[in-house]
T-cell receptor, first 114, second 114 residues
Framework: DTGVSQNPRHKITKRGQNVTFRCDPI?????LYWYRQTLGQGPEFLTY????????KSRLLSDRFSAERPKGSFSTLEIQRTEQGDSAMYLC????????????FGEGSRLTVL | GESVGLHLPTLSVQEGDNSIINCAYS??????FIWYKQESGKGPQFIID?????DKRQGQRVTVLLNKTVKHLSLQIAATQPGDSAVYFC?????????????FGKGITLSVRP
């Protein structure tokens, strides 16, 4: 399977706990994006990597959120001290370099904070 | 249609009919647009894209039309099938350049009646 892979697919946690999601992009893609999607809404941009460099972060990404892409391949998104408002689908996407921003999405990681 | 709260606007069509899904985008400087299809519990799936220097592009059973004068994008699906039932999002690249990313609209639910 050469698509974008995310895990875990589902995570249920108690408020205040930390969670980490992993994304493995399409291997030849050097751009990687994290989006968040809540029920009934379109995906909202969180952050973006070009290789290992994190080039942009949304204001949605509070200081409890951190994303890394240490070797320019897989990426992790960690949420510390989770809150109920963090419950959402966290989508990862990758894109090849070039003029078109054609994002290829994974199946997402659904977070439920109790 | 207009979205209200958490309820996505819905387009209901008869199987075999043509569907037209409309989207108003936000930024006249956007240079690239994509339509995505999202089925329940899955990540968005690429359908068709168009650059701002074009006004029409055709794929297999789908056509995207771009009207830059009124910032309007539409997706036409010919001979709609039950498998086309999903939520459809338009997305635009509002920041052309090195840090390009896609911004998504609210989505429209397409329901195909057998």
């Amino acid at each position: 399977d050469t698509g974008v892979s995310q895990n875990p697919r589902h995570k249920i946690t108690k408020r205040g706990q930390n969670v980490t999601f992993r994304c493995d992009p399409i291997s030849e893609h050097n751009r990687l994006y994290w989006y968040r999607q809540t029920l009934g809404q379109g995906p909202e941009f969180l952050t973006y990597f070009q290789n290992e460099a994190q080039l942009e972060k949304s204001r949605l990404l509070s200081d409890r959120f951190s994303a890394e892409r240490p070797k320019g391949s897989f990426s992790t998104l960690e949420i510390q001290r989770t809150e109920q408002g963090d419950s959402a689908m966290y989508l990862c996407a990758s894109s090849p370099s070039g003029g078109k921003v054609e994002l290829f999405f994974g199946e997402g990681s659904r977070l439920t904070v109790l | 249609g207009e979205s209200v709260g958490l309820h996505l606007p819905t387009l209901s069509v008869q199987e075999g009919d043509n569907s037209i899904i409309n989207c108003a985008y936000s930024n006249s400087a956007s240079d690239y647009f994509i339509w995505y299809k999202q089925e329940s519990g899955k990540g968005p799936q690429f359908i068709i894209d168009i650059r701002s220097n074009m006004d029409k592009r055709q794929g297999q059973r789908v056509t995207v039309l771009l009207n830059k004068t009124v910032k309007h994008l539409s997706l036409q699906i010919a001979a709609t099938q039950p498998g086309d039932s999903a939520v459809y999002f338009c997305a635009e690249n509002i920041t052309p350049g090195a840090n390009s990313k896609l911004t998504f609209g609210k989505g429209i639910t397409l329901s195909v009646r057998p």
